[in-house]
């Protein structure tokens, strides 16, 4: 039986109870399968090891510290809790040199939001009778020396995980090994990456990425208001949204999956609404709004495979008809997309209208 892998978003860890809630969660699908579980740091765990690290901010460290223990104290396990005071002695003894930034120790640092998260899951899966068998990936996940932003050696971290025998293993998100045996990240949403690269190497069926939010959505609930739920994407218009900041995802993550037979499933614990395979769902209008910032500029990436782009270029001028006057659009070649730069301050109103005008209906 092949091993299916899950990733465990830290947007749902963010309490003892959610730490419970998902080790009873992988407790009732591993009677039916092998699992890899690749987990992330509690929600916000991060941002703070980073605000600590670039601004030496100490009241950044110390939330940390003080918002993990809480988790830990709710357990009353004498092992997680000697387990953790180690960690925390280790990582307080990295950061005393924390005023002469280094982007090696930086991601040192940065790596122990999971590590922690890793040994609070193991421990929340063995009160519930399952015995996870960790895995480090500070040592399986061999990366180039991009610190801050590697890339995984596919082929090297392949040899550390020949031998994988139990029917569950658990590993860090985000995290690996350099050439130079350093520990490395793999950049924001690092971890969705790590699960893709594992589930390329040991030739999974299914990938599940565990979030928030019941799947990718077809622009920023934030910015747009009528947002469906994008119900199938292929690996080009994933990596085509993740360069357009779309739901956080590492713009790395499906490089991988790109020739694979891998399904990937994006949703809540249970919940899985998105499907991204190898097999294109074409759709003549758009699936997916995503946005970057380009100095005084907004870009706009309209993506969707399929899609017939001198339609879609001639009703958006329509729809405007003069109204903004500077919009660039590009047709961005033969990728999955169309990019429109337009200067406004009314950016909300200028996408809610087009959203509702260009997404298609079955998408």
């Known amino acids: 039986m092949k091993y299916d892998v899950f990733k465990i978003g830290g947007s749902i860890l963010t309490s003892a109870k959610s730490y419970i809630d998902v080790a009873l969660y992988i407790k009732k699908i591993s009677e039916k399968k092998k699992l890899i579980i690749v987990v992330s740091a509690s929600k916000g765990m991060?941002?703070?090891?980073?605000?600590?690290?670039?601004?030496?901010?100490?009241?950044?460290?110390?939330?940390?510290?003080?918002?993990?223990?809480?988790?830990?104290?709710?357990f009353n396990i004498p092992s997680l809790q000697d387990?953790?005071?180690?960690?925390?002695?280790?990582?307080?003894?990295i950061s005393?040199?924390?005023?002469?930034?280094?982007?090696?120790?930086?991601?040192?640092?940065?790596?122990?939001?999971?590590?922690?998260?890793?040994l609070?899951?193991?421990?929340?899966?063995?009160?519930?009778?399952?015995?996870?068998?960790?895995?480090?990936?500070?040592?399986?996940?061999?990366?180039?020396?991009?610190?801050?932003?590697?890339?995984?050696?596919?082929s090297k971290t392949m040899n550390n995980l020949k031998n994988l025998n139990k029917d569950i293993y658990l590993i860090e998100g985000?995290?690996?090994?350099?050439y130079e045996n350093n520990v490395t990240t793999l950049g924001r949403g690092g971890s969705d990456y790590t699960a893709s690269a594992l589930s390329y190497i040991l030739k999974s069926d299914n990938l599940f990425l565990i979030t928030d939010v019941?799947?990718?959505?077809?622009?920023?609930?934030?910015?747009?208001?009528?947002?469906?739920?994008?119900?199938?994407?292929?690996?080009?218009e994933a990596i085509e949204a993740s360069i357009y900041n779309v739901k956080g995802i590492n713009y790395k993550t499906f490089y991988p999956l790109i020739n694979s037979n891998v399904n990937v499933y994006i949703g809540k614990l249970g919940d899985f609404n998105t499907l991204v395979n190898n097999s294109p769902n074409y759709n003549e209008k758009v699936k997916i709004f995503g946005f970057k910032n380009d100095n005084e500029n907004k870009t706009i990436g309209l993506i969707g495979k399929g899609m017939n782009k001198d339609f879609i270029i001639k009703g958006?001028?329509?729809?405007?008809?003069?109204?903004?006057?500077d919009i660039i659009i590009n047709r961005n070649g033969e990728r999955p997309s169309i990019y429109i730069k337009v200067k406004t301050n009314d950016i909300q109103n200028f996408v809610n209208s087009l959203h509702d005008e260009l997404i298609g209906d079955n998408i």
């Open 174 to 178: 985000f995290i690996g090994k350099s």
């Open 46 to 74: 991060t941002d703070l090891l980073i605000e600590f690290y670039d601004k030496n901010n100490k009241n950044a460290l110390n939330e940390f510290i003080e918002r993990y223990q809480n988790i830990v104290s709710y």
């Open 120 to 154: 609070i899951l193991y421990h929340s899966l063995k009160i519930n009778d399952l015995n996870a068998n960790p895995l480090n990936a500070d040592e399986i996940i061999i990366t180039d020396n991009r610190y801050g932003d590697a890339f995984i050696d596919i």
């Open 83 to 93: 387990d953790f005071n180690k960690l925390i002695n280790e990582l307080l003894i």
């Open 214 to 236: 019941k799947g990718i959505y077809s622009s920023d609930p934030r910015i747009v208001k009528n947002v469906k739920i994008v119900k199938k994407l292929d690996f080009e």
């Open 96 to 118: 005393k040199n924390a005023e002469n930034y280094d982007i090696k120790i930086r991601d040192k640092v940065l790596s122990f939001g999971e590590k922690i998260s890793k």
């Open 316 to 325: 958006v001028y329509k729809l405007f008809n003069g109204n903004y006057k």
